[in-house]
T-cell receptor, first 117, second 115 residues
Framework: AQKVTQAQTEISVVEKEDVTLDCVYE???????LFWYKQPPSGELVFLIR??????QNEISGRYSWNFQKSTSSFNFTITASQVVDSAVYFC??????????????FGQGTELSVKP | DAGITQSPRHKVTETGTPVTLRCHQT?????MYWYRQDPGHGLRLIHY???????DKGEVSDGYSVSRSKTEDFLLTLESATSSQTSVYFC??????????????FGPGTRLTVT
């Protein structure tokens, strides 16, 4: 069965600190996709990144970076120089690659990040 | 922003009453999904659709039914609402290219309270 674990329920940091959100996944599929979504206090879900299982290159987008390691089944998310606007719940998710099976997302429980000024 | 709307955005209903939530997209995407969000559980898939009149169950489908008669609309029905169905419901859509999974874009959510 597929499973995503975000062991950190809540994280609190002070502005400008770096913070890493952990994500560990389980799947028997050899081909799969991993995602991160952001849910700010307003409640909408914002897509951040998609990574397929064949691409282990780290991704950087501004202050955001992602580290994908198949050897440890992890897809961690780092925010550099955090800002108050980064305060949100962040979800890691996993989906099978073949949409003929529905492309269903399996979500972790979410990590609530609070960035204090 | 992906063109996804959900209606109603908020609803309070009584136990035992039927409730229908609507998801409407303007993106002409093939795949549509209904999730529920509850504290401590993240989001869990209720039902999904891979085409008009083609639907299948997700992880937490008991007590829910869906219908998709047009590409743009995906309806979620609670035949007889229970307090355990109090939740925030999100609709999502995704496209496809060559059969590979694309990212899902989410609607704004519907907050349902069953009293």
């Amino acid at each position: 069965a597929q499973k995503v674990t975000q062991a950190q329920t809540e994280i609190s940091v002070v502005e400008k600190e770096d913070v890493t959100l952990d994500c560990v996944y389980e799947t028997r599929d050899t081909t799969y996709y991993l995602f991160w979504y952001k849910q700010p206090p307003s409640g909408e879900l914002v897509f951040l990144i998609r990574r397929n299982s064949f691409d282990e290159q780290n991704e950087i987008s501004g202050r955001y970076s992602w580290n994908f390691q198949k050897s440890t089944s992890s897809f961690n998310f780092t925010i550099t120089a955090s800002q108050v606007v980064d305060s949100a719940v962040y979800f890691c998710a996993l989906s099978e690659a073949n949409l003929n099976q529905g492309g269903k997302l399996i979500f972790g429980q979410g990590t609530e990040l609070s960035v204090k000024p | 922003d992906a063109g996804i709307t959900q209606s109603p955005r908020h609803k309070v209903t009584e136990t035992g009453t039927p409730v229908t939530l609507r998801c409407h997209q303007t993106e002409n995407h093939r795949y549509m999904y209904w999730y529920r969000q509850d504290p401590g559980h993240g989001l869990r898939l209720i039902h999904y659709s891979y085409g008009v009149k083609d639907t299948d169950k997700g992880e937490v489908s008991d007590g829910y039914s869906v219908s998709r008669s047009k590409t743009e609309d995906f309806l979620l029905t609670l035949e007889s609402a229970t307090s355990s169905q109090t939740s925030v419901y999100f609709c999502a859509i995704s496209g496809t290219s060559g059969g590979s999974s694309y990212e899902q874009y989410f609607g704004p959510g519907t907050r349902l309270t069953v009293t």
